[in-house]
């Protein structure tokens, strides 16, 4: 079983930054992805950006350069750098760990992220 611990959500006012960690222990599978989606009210989940165990990054197109996506395979960590952050970035952001093949795949609780005007 793996577990996976978010933190670094909080309120910010439009333009600023924050950054979220998220921490995997357990039963760990060298190759695999991890990354962050969010969900916000009324819509689906969606991807923000995933990292692959050998460094492959891949954002979604409405980051733009604002958030970066990193991991740290030794201490089974992704983090998001948010930059210059918009009100519609408001949302829960939930960390996930998976596997290619579908094998395995977790999610975390969620941490929830609200940019004010």
């Known amino acids: 079983q793996v577990q996976l611990v978010e933190s670094g959500g909080g309120l910010v006012q439009a333009g600023g930054s924050l950054r979220l960690s998220c921490a995997a222990s ?3 599978f060298y190759t695999n992805h991890m990354g962050w989606y969010r969900q916000a009210p009324g819509n689906k989940r969606e ?3 995933v990292v692959s165990s050998g460094g492959i990054i891949e954002h979604a197109d409405f980051v733009m350069g604002r958030f970066t996506a990193s ?3 030794a201490k089974n960590t992704v983090s998001l750098q948010m ?3 918009k009100p519609e970035d408001t949302a829960t952001y939930y960390c996930r760990l998976h596997s290619s093949t579908g094998a395995y795949d977790y999610w975390g609780q969620g941490t929830q992220v609200t ?3």
């Open 26 to 28: 357990g039963s760990i």
């Open 47 to 49: 991807l923000v950006a």
């Open 71 to 73: 991991r740290d395979n």
């Open 83 to 85: 930059n210059s952050l």
């Open 115 to 117: 940019v004010s005007s």
